[in-house]
């Protein structure tokens, strides 16, 4: 059986990574527009850094939890079973690779690493790269954002998402509000395919009404559950 598993910021949450749009969230405390656009980064990108070294420090205080566990023995046991797990997040973390997993499609970005201002090459992030750093690919000192897929954005590896969703043989949403596109479209599509839906979250997104089955509580038991 072959399963695409959409995760968002929910399935770190328990690790103490901040959701979005949960009372207290990030955007709840900080204006998406202002931080998570590439308008904001042209106006103020010290600014923007600063929120991204926040959430780097943020990470790497943090550990992965029960749920991203579940998932990379998901992953593991599958090909055994003639299967595959085609985890792909909107997280910007590295919590799913901590915890054993591989491939990750990371459709947002990574906050790991940057970008080239000059020639758009990704690099792994290291402390002050967002100063006028000189770019290790093309040599120039334009300066580095985060490698991350900003509102307005195109978003990363559609092409080998569309190709997972086609070869699913079911659709699993964890920890996520179905309110950012593309990736809230992606369980309408799934059942345009025909295939099984399921949503895992701590209460109803966005988009439930269009799974067909849904287990609602903290990803830490819901994940496991479903899992085993
Ligand atoms: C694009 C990266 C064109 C950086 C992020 C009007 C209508 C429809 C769409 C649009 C519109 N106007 C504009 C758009 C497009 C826009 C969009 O969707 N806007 C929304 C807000 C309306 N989308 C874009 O701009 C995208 N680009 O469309 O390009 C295109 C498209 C395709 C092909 C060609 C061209 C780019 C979007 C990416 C933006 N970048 N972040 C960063 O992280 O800083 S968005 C941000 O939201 C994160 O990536 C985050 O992952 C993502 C989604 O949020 P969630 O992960 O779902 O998190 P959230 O807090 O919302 O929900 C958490 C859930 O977990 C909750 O449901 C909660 O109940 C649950 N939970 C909490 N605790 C737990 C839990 N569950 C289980 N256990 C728990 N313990």
Request: with cysteine.
């Amino acid at each position: 059986m072959n399963i695409f598993v959409l995760t968002g910021a929910g399935i770190s949450a328990e690790s103490g990574l901040g959701t979005f749009r949960d009372r207290g969230g990030l955007w709840s405390r900080f204006d998406p527009a202002r931080l998570a656009t590439p308008e904001a980064f042209a106006e103020d990108p010290d600014t923007v850094h600063a929120f991204y070294n926040l959430r780097r420090r943020g990470v790497c205080d943090a550990a992965p939890n029960a749920a991203h566990r579940a998932l990379a023995r998901l992953q593991a046991a599958l090909p055994a079973r003639g299967g595959r797990l085609f985890l792909c997040t909107q997280n910007i973390d590295d919590l799913h690779e901590r915890a054993g997993a591989s491939d990750v499609v990371h459709m947002h970005g990574e906050i790991f690493r940057a970008r080239c201002l000059s020639c758009g090459a990704s690099h792994p992030w290291r402390a002050n790269l967002g100063v006028a750093t000189a770019c290790p690919a093309c040599g120039r000192a334009g300066g580095m954002r985060p490698d991350v897929v900003w509102f307005g954005e195109v978003p990363l590896h559609l092409d080998a998402i569309d190709a997972g969703l086609a070869a699913a043989d079911l659709f699993v949403a964890i920890g996520t509000s179905g309110v950012v596109y593309p990736a809230a479209g992606y369980v309408a599509q799934a059942r345009r395919r025909g295939i099984p839906t399921h949503e895992i979250n701590l209460a109803p997104s966005d988009t439930a009404h269009v799974f067909d089955t849904a287990a609602y509580g903290p990803a830490t038991e819901t994940v496991p559950a479903w899992v085993e």
